[in-house]
């Protein structure tokens, strides 16, 4: 929302606002537009992904009607809101109520991190990826948080693998995002997106780095904790003691991990928030700036969301038509294979890129 600072400067002065109230107020603001933002995304995605496993799985009951989805995924989280809140008699009370909140708050705080737009960027840092990534890693605090406050043997176990299971796949995840940090040359969001539109799509990194978009795809799915990497039957969830509310917040956080997940895939191979063709519908109201501004904001938000339910319709996909792997086969796949293919991915890059063969 940069467009509207020199208005927002302008109102603060006419109110006689202190500084450090305006401050407070413009990424407060700013704060709920990207909250909204996520909760409306995902109530699409939900209805989108019961769609296609109705169409998958030939089950007409399943995603019948659009707005009734939408309206039971809505009265479902309701529900827990006020479901009753059961607490074990032998857990540790603390860090059970604590472990919800450090599950969901660093993927909040990594979507302040996230570009929306050209002018809508929450947090400006020239590290946005180091530091998206390292806030991603803290999630797994609140997982294992949750498995040990629980005093429950399973919730342990699925705890456990879990925080495994992401901790290793973080690997070549770091390196398939360090071969786009190579490609663009600066660790900016707004720098790489803005490296993929000198050509429209011929610009995007997809091409250059499609290694790494195969690794960070898979990758991803299990960082998410889905199909084929998704948890065995036989081993309990590590939220099986949680009820109402906190049940409801470990759902949204997941909810909320796999779509950034997959906006973080989109800014780094995909285009981000810019177009596949060089055109804006924005450029039709270029004589006046304040309308130029929000038209642009929108657009560039609507294009970053849309391929970002694409590609989460994408992992919905490979959920619907693979089965669960062994839990052994986890690491095997991440050591023998994705990690060695990671480093491949690097060093051709690197050859593409300072060997002049692929020129922004």
């Known amino acids: 929302m940069d467009f509207l600072i020199n208005y927002y400067v302008s109102f ?12 407070f107020l ?6 709920v537009i990207v909250i909204l933002t996520v909760i409306v995304s995902i109530l699409i995605f939900i209805v989108a992904e019961k769609k296609l496993y109705s169409v998958l799985k030939i089950n007409k009951t399943n995603g019948k ?16 809101f006020f479901k009753e809140d059961i607490v074990p008699e032998k857990a540790d009370k603390f860090l059970f109520g604590l472990a919800p909140i450090l599950v969901l708050t660093p993927v909040l705080f990594a979507w302040m991190l996230l570009p929306f737009a050209t002018s809508f960027l929450p947090i ?16 797994a605090i609140g997982i294992l948080s949750a498995g040990y406050a629980s005093k429950n043997k399973l919730a342990v176990i699925s705890a456990l693998h879990s925080c495994v299971q992401i901790m290793s796949y973080e690997i070549p995840l770091i390196l398939t995002a360090m071969s786009v940090v190579v490609l663009s040359g600066s660790m900016s969001f707004r720098d790489i997106v803005a490296n993929q539109y000198t050509n429209g799509i011929l610009s995007w990194f997809c091409f250059p780095a499609i290694l790494g978009v195969v690794i960070f795809f898979a990758a991803a799915v299990s960082e998410m ?3 084929p990497f998704s948890e065995q039957k036989e081993v309990s969830d590590y939220k099986t003691e949680y009820s109402g509310i906190k049940y409801a917040i470990f759902t949204l956080g997941e909810y ?11 800014i780094l191979f995909f285009g981000g ?10 450029d039709l109201f270029e004589h006046n700036h304040l309308l130029y501004g929000v038209v642009l904001t929108f657009e560039q938000a609507f294009w970053l969301i849309f391929k970002t339910i694409i590609l989460m319709l994408a992992v919905s996909f490979v959920k619907t038509a693979m089965p669960n792997l062994k839990n052994e086969l986890f690491a095997k796949i991440c050591r023998q294979y994705l990690i060695p293919i990671s480093i491949i991915n690097l060093l051709v890059v690197c050859l593409i890129k300072h060997g002049g063969f692929y020129v922004f």
């Open 26 to 31: 413009w990424h407060a603001i700013s704060f």
């Open 256 to 266: 909320a991990s796999t779509f950034i997940i997959c906006a973080f895939a989109v």
């Open 12 to 23: 603060l002065l006419d109110n006689n606002i202190h500084y450090a109230a305006g401050f």
């Open 225 to 227: 904790c889905r199909t």
């Open 273 to 282: 928030y810019m177009p596949p063709v060089q055109i804006f519908l924005a």
């Open 65 to 80: 009607n659009g707005l009734g989805v939408c309206l039971q995924t809505i009265a479902d989280t309701i529900k827990l």
């Open 124 to 139: 400006k840092t020239d590290s946005g990826v180091v530091l998206f990534l390292a806030v991603m890693t803290i999630p």
